[in-house]
């Protein structure tokens, strides 16, 4: 153990041991995200399953980005939407506020988010993801939204892809803002 280390790394580094309990990163990724995909962990749906390890070939981004960063979110169904945890400074909302606004009650999800809600039609319109939809008409939105995240050509186009619901999110959030603040 090198004692020079500054606290907070080796707090850190003990830390990510103890979850990763003496195993490497991608033994542990193997062993419990696989598990928890199979007692059907929601936060975990969207992951890509990893047969044993070394198997790269899911992970498109493995970079530190943020992007990155916004697909694991989408991944995991935890883009701070309100419906998990509040939106700091809100109370937490499960149904979609734009859409409750218009008087129509709909749960919120990154689903809802970027293919369901009509409310933010003229955004799936400008971004994409309406276009996306009537490609794949027939499909469930659930479906939709899992290829969406994973049948992008290159680096490139799944780029755009987070780009465009990222900005949707902040459509979205902004919305919700403008609608409390009203009231
Ligand atoms: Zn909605």
Redesign the pocket.
Known sequence: MNSNKPFGYRQRDQKLERILRGEDLETWYVNDINNRKQINDYSCRFLPEKLYPGLDNQLAITSYTEEAKILAEFMTMNSGLGNRSPIKGYKQHKL?Q??QKAGQN?R?NEI?LLFE????KPAHIKYGTQAYKQKNAGTDSQSIYKKYWSDYKDENDLNERIKSADTIRNIYLDLVKRIHNRN
Do not use: P, T
Not at 117 to 120: E, H, I, K, T
């Open positions: 979609c734009v859409c709909n919120i809802h809600c009509v409310s933010l």
